[in-house]
């Protein structure tokens, strides 16, 4: 089994491709790896509580994927609720995840 | 106190155009906070964020001087960075890609990061704990 982390700063309001980067994690996690999705920048807006996108974000949850997203980028958003199963965090997190012995870190 | 541990970030968007260039830079200041070694590639139009030359502006939208507005420049982030690796007693490598440089003019650093190529990327990877490129949307 192996770990990645999977950083995602895209969102499907801009980009289309955050939906195929979402199948990949789920194909990663279904395979019974370690997968761990950190939210940043615009990749934070699926995560609003209400959102259309929300099914993105619980689908990984039923997954397994863990899903943080960066407190910074929620605040520069305004965003104080989030959908399930969100956890928050910095990006010191962000560090410890990555050094983490045998993560691969791919960044979208 | 210095972790002995190294990340590598390589980074590639332009200063002022990403919220890239912003998060790039977080992580980088996470990682020395914790004692890590730090790496870092810029390539392409990231070999800007380092430009000496780089001076903050008033905001005429809404009626802000320079001091007003405190506009922050990428230059005084990466210089801040420097200390903070000395502080810490971690260090921080910072490559620019020599070509990228040439290309844009982009040699006037601030003090710190040195000119490489490529394969200084390499190495630092193959040295490091980890690895993390953030590449151009």
Redesign the interface.
């Known amino acids: 089994m192996a770990k990645y982390l999977l950083?995602e700063?895209?969102d499907p309001f801009d980009?289309t491709d955050s939906q195929y980067f979402a199948e990949l994690v789920q194909g990663i996690a279904k395979r019974g790896n370690e997968a761990t999705v950190f939210l940043?920048?615009?990749g934070v807006l699926p995560a609003r509580k209400g959102s259309k996108y929300n099914t993105v974000i619980s689908d990984l949850i039923k997954n397994k994927v863990k899903v943080v997203a960066?407190r910074?980028?929620l605040k520069e958003r305004g965003i104080r609720q989030l959908a399930e199963g969100v956890d928050t965090a910095?990006?010191?997190r962000?560090?410890d995840l990555?050094?983490e012995?045998g993560?691969k870190?791919i960044?979208h | 106190m210095a972790s002995g541990k190294t990340v590598t970030v390589a980074i590639m968007d332009a200063p002022y155009e990403s919220a890239n260039s912003t998060t790039a830079l977080r992580i980088v200041q996470s990682a020395l906070e914790k004692g890590h070694n730090v790496n870092v590639f810029a390539y392409e139009g990231a070999v800007n964020l380092t430009m000496k030359a780089q001076a903050p502006h008033p905001n005429p939208v809404k009626g802000t001087n320079v001091e007003q507005e405190a506009h922050p420049t990428t230059k005084d982030w990466v210089a801040s960075l420097f200390k903070l690796a000395k502080d810490k007693g971690a260090k921080l490598d910072w490559v620019n890609c020599g070509l990228c440089v040439d290309e844009r003019g982009a040699g006037d650093w601030v003090e710190g990061p040195r000119r490489g190529g490529p394969k200084d990327f390499l190495d630092a990877s193959n040295a490091s704990n980890a690895t993390l490129v953030i590449p151009t949307k």
Do not use: E, G, H
Request: charged fraction near 20%; avoid cysteine; hydrophobic fraction near 45%.
């Open positions: 950083i700063s895209r980009s940043v920048q615009n960066d910074f980028s910095d990006t010191d962000l560090v990555l050094l012995p993560t870190a960044w």
